[in-house]
């Protein structure tokens, strides 16, 4: 498996942004669905965000509510998630994944999961 690794995490206040990003190699950019998932306190893992490799098509969880934005970035074989109005409830391990898919991306698909980004949103 190859790898995907993340940056980008820190510690914010309420209502702050922040941007991960995910480096893949580049079969894998091609190739995959890239993905981010997050384990916040005492929750299973959840999907956050997701983007096709053909359609470019995006999906989100539902409790993102149109704050975050994934997309793809060619120049550096990478998925990038801007998170904006962030909340203490956000607070967790952000994972970068990646999984088969095509013109849509399942969450099941993914199988390939990076080290893992800590993500901090202070009150």
């Known amino acids: 498996q190859a790898q995907l690794v993340e940056s980008g995490g820190g510690t914010v206040q309420t209502g702050g942004s922040l941007r991960l990003s995910c480096a893949a190699d580049?079969?894998?950019?091609?190739?995959?669905?890239l993905g981010w998932f997050r384990q916040v306190p005492g929750k299973e893992r959840e999907p956050v965000a997701s983007?096709?490799?053909?359609?470019?098509?995006?999906e989100y969880g539902e409790f993102v509510m149109g704050r975050f934005t994934i997309s793809r970035n060619s120049a550096t074989k990478s998925a990038d998630l801007q998170m904006t109005g962030l909340k203490p409830t956000d607070s967790g391990i952000y994972y970068c994944?990646?999984?088969?898919?095509?013109?849509?991306?399942?969450?099941?698909?993914?199988?390939?999961w990076g080290q893992g980004t800590q993500v901090t949103v202070s009150s």
């Open positions: 580049n079969w894998k950019y091609a190739m995959s669905c």
């Open positions: 983007i096709a490799p053909e359609s470019g098509r995006t």
């Open positions: 994944a990646a999984g088969w898919g095509g013109r849509v991306c399942s969450w099941n698909a993914f199988n390939s």
